[in-house]
T-cell receptor
Framework: EAQVTQNPRYLITVTGKKLTVTCSQNMNHEYMSWYRQDPGLGLRQIYYSMNVEVTDKGDVPEGYKVSRKEKRNFPLILESPSPNQTSLYFC???????????FGSGTRLTVV | LAKTTQPISMDSYEGQEVNITCSHNNIATNDYITWYQQFPSQGPRFIIQGYKTKVTNEVASLFIPADRKSSTLSLPRVSLSDTAVYYCLVGDYNNAGNMLTFGGGTRLMVKP
């Protein structure tokens, strides 16, 4: 089944403890992206990648890092999480050209 | 990137046709219009995409007038399961398509 898989689905962590949210897609898509969703603020793009080793900042990149060493994987790294990064995170991928994104099921992160 | 404006919310009843209009006055020549559907705590799901005139698939229709400054998503005979948030996005998928910003969306409530 074609899909975007995020792990973990739920995570509670403490301030300052580095964490990684993994994202993997099995559709050989070129483009991948990370979004966070907060009540009243909608979906905001954190980072995106147009291909292996090509990444760029979205609207809210502060406090996050990404890497794209393989086409299928696009992990989101929080080096020193803070409570304001408590949010619902979505990874998405799409093929090049005029195609829509396929989203993962989301990761609900709580930083205490 | 073209900014979009949608109604914040809409109510409908089962079996009715629902039309959600999105305004995008500064749409560029190479921009496509894409609609997504999102259920609570799930990632957005691609519904339909178009450039001009009318596009129809098994889920919805998309009407785009000649000036392309607006678009209308039409959902035929809605059911309770169509209760969701619907997002309209405009962007050039071949160039800046990865910097896709989701607006506030339209919260559709379908009542029995």
């Amino acid at each position: 089944e074609a899909q975007v898989t995020q792990n973990p689905r739920y995570l509670i962590t403490v301030t300052g403890k580095k964490l990684t949210v993994t994202c993997s897609q099995n559709m050989n898509h070129e483009y991948m992206s990370w979004y966070r969703q907060d009540p009243g603020l909608g979906l905001r793009q954190i980072y995106y990648s147009m291909n292996v080793e090509v990444t760029d900042k979205g609207d809210v990149p502060e406090g996050y890092k990404v890497s794209r060493k393989e086409k299928r994987n696009f992990p989101l790294i929080l080096e020193s999480p803070s409570p304001n990064q408590t949010s619902l995170y979505f990874c998405a991928s799409r093929q090049g050209g005029r195609y829509g994104y396929t989203f993962g099921s989301g990761t609900r992160l709580t930083v205490v | 990137l073209a900014k979009t404006t949608q109604p914040i919310s809409m109510d409908s009843y089962e079996g009715q046709e629902v039309n959600i209009t999105c305004s995008h006055n500064n749409i560029a020549t190479n921009d496509y219009i894409t609609w997504y559907q999102q259920f609570p705590s799930q990632g957005p799901r691609f519904i339909i995409q178009g450039y001009k005139t009318k596009v129809t698939n098994e889920v919805a229709s998309l009407f785009i007038p000649a000036d392309r400054k607006s678009s209308t998503l039409s959902l035929p005979r809605v059911s309770l399961s169509d209760t969701a948030v619907y997002y309209c996005l405009v962007g050039d998928y071949n160039n800046a398509g990865n910097m896709l910003t989701f607006g506030g969306g339209t919260r559709l409530m379908v009542k029995p």
